[in-house]
Nanobody, 125 residues
Framework: QVQLEESGGGLVQAGGSLRLSCAAS????????MGWFRQAPAKEREFVAT???????YYADSVKGRFTISRDVAKNTVYLQIDTLKPEDTAVYYC???????????????????WGQGTQVTVSS
């Protein structure tokens, strides 16, 4: 069984930085796409970033230039580095993975098969 666990969230002032981590068990990240999504109160879960099996990345327009997704295959961990935090970044952040083995980027919630429980990021102004 694939299990994902996020960590690294917290309360941060606007302009600060956080690095979120997602540790996987059940299977290695090697060869699989990973994604980060976020969900703010009263909002739908939205795509943030993804990294595919060949380590290519893709970002939502709202986070380009500030967020960086990366993975450490040896540690079976994916990261989301968030810089220049804004109050609108406040949300629960989820990592996810998919059984998809193709090359196209997956950006929809329905395209992912396994999810973590999320980690709260709160940005104060």
């Amino acid at each position: 069984q694939v299990q994902l666990e996020e960590s690294g969230g917290g309360l941060v002032q606007a302009g600060g930085s956080l690095r979120l981590s997602c540790a996987a068990s059940g299977r290695t990240f090697r060869g699989y796409h990973m994604g980060w999504f976020r969900q703010a109160p009263a909002k739908e879960r939205e795509f943030v970033a993804t990294i595919n099996w060949s380590h290519l990345t893709y970002y939502a327009d709202s986070v380009k230039g500030r967020f960086t997704i990366s993975r450490d295959v040896a540690k079976n961990t994916v990261y989301l580095q968030i810089d220049t935090l804004k109050p609108e970044d406040t949300a629960v952040y989820y990592c996810a993975t998919t059984d998809y083995r193709g090359t196209t980027f997956r950006t929809q919630v329905s395209q992912y098969d396994y999810w973590g429980q999320g980690t709260q990021v709160t940005v104060s102004s």
